[in-house]
């Protein structure tokens, strides 16, 4: 099955689960199942943290788009992250990360993970160079591509490349991408984390994280720490992210094709001060982006020519654009990352890593873009 296919079919096929042919997977809400036997559970299931058909059908169909073998879904991207390091980190291990990281996962690394030993550092991993140079207790590489919210590129297939050498795990955070442009395990990754509230679910109703594999071994360790844990997504959650999945290639195509509106727009814009998208020949990565990623996706970043002032007026302006947190959306949604998403890490580590006051992230939804760029064209103006 081709990609559009496999969104809709992959573990919603009519007769596998309750063999009355839904075309739609049932939400099996029930926290317990009853059984015939004490040690046989029915066809598997005895307790809903343990294992529930809805989200499992959830679990195969997103392990199918990223063309992998086991896929594992969680209540948020951060529980998904915080299963991924504590299954396969232990004290004294080291983590490579890049250095333009979404501010929740910065801020596990330094308030979590030091704290129970793991050590980390922040890396430029545009640069695969320095990678030659890793710690002798790295165990583990993990990176956003592209990254939030800079939409810098990583060359993930050398970056694998480097790290297997040395017997270390990739994780890449793939959601800004979707497995709809990118498919890092093909590329030589190890493991693809998805925060599935952003595009995967793509409607903003629904919270979630993924992991998502095609090492046995890897996969038996999540597995057991994501009932261990127990930081599961519910069956509604899993029942409204399948919905979402439905549409998630029509989706990505509207949201690139606005995103490249816009961003033609900005770039004659003197209000623009500097401008992010993989898809901009000028882009630092571009090349990589073109090799790796089949497009370019909705995100874009920018930062305006004014001050604190005009930032505000910028946002107060914007009426279809709504001033939130979050992404991936069908709806267009702006954020300022250093008193947003990002106000958690130090202004001098922010301001180091390009994440200034006057940036702008952009999550561009599927309005009509004309609307979408008269929005921004008015509230340009009260800048």
């Known amino acids: 099955m081709k990609f559009s296919t496999k969104s809709i079919h992959v573990?919603?096929?009519?007769?596998?689960?309750?063999?009355?042919?839904?075309?739609?997977?049932?939400?099996?809400?029930?926290?317990?199942?009853?059984?015939?036997?004490?040690?046989?559970p029915?066809?598997?299931?005895?307790y809903t943290r343990s294992g529930n058909p809805t989200r499992m059908?959830?679990?195969?169909?997103?392990?199918?788009?990223?063309?992998?073998?086991?896929?594992?879904?969680?209540s948020a991207g951060l529980a998904a992250e915080t299963t991924l390091f504590l299954s396969l980190l232990k004290t004294e291990d080291h983590i490579i990360a890049s250095d333009d990281l979404y501010g929740g996962t910065e801020r596990l690394f330094r308030t979590v993970l030091s704290g129970l030993g793991i050590t980390y550092e922040l890396r430029d991993l545009t640069e695969t160079v320095p990678l030659e140079s890793m710690p002798n207790n790295t165990k583990m590489i993990y990176f956003e591509t592209p990254s939030n919210p800079l939409l810098r590129i990583v060359d993930i297939e050398e970056v694998s490349r480097a790290a297997k050498?040395?017997?270390?795990?990739?994780?890449?955070?793939?959601?800004?991408?979707?497995?709809?442009?990118?498919?890092?395990?093909q590329l030589g990754a190890d493991v693809v984390v998805h925060s599935t509230t952003k595009y995967i679910n793509g409607h903003s109703d629904s919270l979630g994280g993924a992991l998502i594999t095609n090492t046995p071994d890897i996969f038996d360790k999540l597995k057991f720490n994501q009932n261990a844990m127990g930081a599961v997504m519910s069956p509604f959650d899993s029942?409204?992210?399948?919905?979402?999945?439905?549409?998630?290639?029509?989706?990505?195509?509207?949201?690139?094709?606005?995103?490249?509106?816009?961003?033609?727009?900005?770039?004659?814009?003197?209000?623009?001060?500097?401008?992010?998208y993989p898809g901009l020949?000028?882009?630092?990565?571009?090349?990589?982006?073109?090799?790796?990623?089949?497009?370019?996706?909705?995100?874009?970043?920018?930062?305006?020519?004014?001050?604190?002032?005009?930032?505000?007026r910028f946002v107060r302006s914007l009426k279809y654009i709504s001033l939130a947190e979050s992404l991936g959306g069908v709806e267009s949604l702006i954020e300022v990352p250093s008193l947003m998403t990002h106000s958690g890490i130090p202004r001098e580590i922010r301001e180091r890593h390009g994440i200034t006051d006057d940036l702008m992230r952009l999550s561009v939804g599927i309005e009509?873009?004309?609307?979408?760029?008269?929005?921004?064209?008015?509230?340009?103006?009260k800048v």
């Open 281 to 312: 020949e000028e882009h630092e990565n571009h090349d990589i982006a073109r090799k790796q990623m089949s497009g370019y996706g909705g995100m874009l970043s920018f930062r305006l020519n004014a001050d604190n002032d005009g930032v505000n």
């Open 239 to 276: 029942y409204l992210t399948m919905r979402g999945i439905k549409t998630l290639a029509v989706r990505m195509k509207v949201h690139e094709r606005n995103a490249t509106e816009i961003v033609s727009y900005l770039k004659d814009s003197k209000k623009v001060r500097k401008l992010y």
């Open 368 to 381: 009509d873009s004309d609307d979408l760029i008269e929005d921004v064209s008015i509230a340009l103006e």
């Open 165 to 185: 050498k040395n017997g270390i795990i990739v994780a890449v955070d793939n959601t800004f991408a979707t497995p709809y442009f990118q498919n890092p395990l």
């Open 11 to 40: 573990g919603e096929e009519p007769d596998t689960i309750n063999g009355v042919g839904d075309v739609v997977s049932s939400i099996h809400l029930s926290t317990t199942f009853a059984r015939k036997e004490a040690g046989k």
């Open 57 to 74: 059908a959830l679990e195969n169909k997103i392990a199918s788009l990223e063309n992998a073998k086991y896929g594992l879904v969680f």
């Open 42 to 46: 029915t066809k598997g299931y005895e």
